[in-house]
């Protein structure tokens, strides 16, 4: 089974047309911040179906302003990814009522990229999740058709991904038990039992912890790693990142899908991450072949697969990531 990155934020970062700097609490990427509407001073629950290596994919009632007066519906499911500073919409057969058009669709960053998309900027976006709403929305529009491996992306049953629109403004949870995420205003968030670990936020927005890993016993390497939700692998390294990580001659290989390309990977030996005091072991680790989307000086992934074996929180606005063991 192949793995999927869906992080479209270091192409977008590279984007002409998006003046100003990739900060994290303004308008991202020169997009405008879509109004956040709720219809509850608690805490939102929104239930999530699973996918695909823990992938989280949330459903939404997404609506498509097509001219002055006209507004189209759809239900749309979401993934929610970390590494995805603006939401993605695809266009495809579940998404047909939106009267999408990627007709003039463009790549949107690097050519030698795989994760920079080919499409277009759209405005006039909507989404209501129930509880919460999301309005005067701008996201990238990308053909599903472009995608590649894309019977892979086909069994996850998505039709778009959402990220820094919902974590710049609530600290996120999520419940993998109880197939719930729980959006806390940031004053109202208790932690309880849940361990801080500090976030480290990349130009480009992409969050990421500087921890430790065990490659082999007694030989323990310090790494900064990219906490990536849209990655349906556990965990996946550099080779070279750091003298521990080598790949196996006779590691078994395969190819990793992102959204406009593939990576060669191996599978690498036994990693043990450790996540704010637990030690998390990572059987068969992925090395990638090349340098990907993740930044200079960065190691590796930690993925849904990983992180959905605990409960946990992203914290954007203070910078953190809370994490804490699964109930039984």
């Not at 795989?114 to 919460?132: H, M, R, Y």
């Not at 959402?162 to 932690?191: S, Y």
């Not at 349906?232 to 992102?258: I, N, Q, W």
Request: proline share 8%; charged share 20%.
């Amino acid at each position: 089974m192949r793995p999927i990155r869906l992080a479209v934020a270091a192409a977008l970062c590279a984007l002409a047309l998006l003046p100003g700097a990739c900060v994290l609490h303004d308008a991202l990427f020169g997009f405008p911040a879509p109004t956040i509407t709720t219809r509850s001073a608690a805490s939102i629950e929104l239930p999530y179906r699973e996918g695909p290596g823990g992938l989280i994919l949330i459903k939404g009632a997404t609506t498509h302003k097509t001219g002055a007066n006209a507004e189209t519906t759809a239900d749309v499911e979401y993934i929610l990814d970390t590494g995805a500073p603006v939401t993605v919409v695809l266009d495809g057969p579940a998404t047909k009522a939106l009267q999408l058009d990627t007709s003039n669709a463009r790549k949107l960053g690097a050519a030698d990229n795989p994760a920079a998309p080919t499409g277009v900027i759209e405005k006039g976006f909507g989404i209501d999740f129930g509880d919460l709403a999301l309005s005067d929305l701008t996201a990238v529009v990308i053909a599903e058709k472009s995608l590649p491996c894309n019977e892979r992306f086909a069994r996850v049953g998505f039709q778009g991904v959402i990220g820094a629109d919902l974590f710049r403004n609530f600290i996120v949870e999520v419940d993998a038990k109880a197939k719930t995420i729980r959006l806390h205003r940031p004053a109202a968030f208790l932690p309880g039992d849940l361990r801080a670990v500090p976030l480290v936020f990349s130009s480009d927005g992409h969050p990421h912890i500087d921890t430790e890993i065990v490659v082999t016993p007694g030989v323990t390497e310090t790494v900064r790693l990219h906490v990536d939700s849209g990655s349906s692998t556990p965990a996946s390294f550099l080779p070279g990142a750091r003298p521990g990580l080598v790949a196996l001659p006779d590691g078994k290989k395969g190819k990793a899908c992102f959204v406009q390309g593939e990576l060669d990977t191996a599978v690498g030996p036994p990693v043990t991450v450790l996540l704010g005091g637990l030690a998390v072991q990572v059987e068969a680790p992925l090395l990638v072949a090349k340098e990907r989307v993740d930044g200079k000086g960065v190691a590796g992934t930690i993925g849904a697969g990983l992180l959905g074996r605990y409960r946990y929180a992203i914290d954007y606005p203070g910078k953190r990531l809370w994490v804490g063991a699964r109930p039984g």
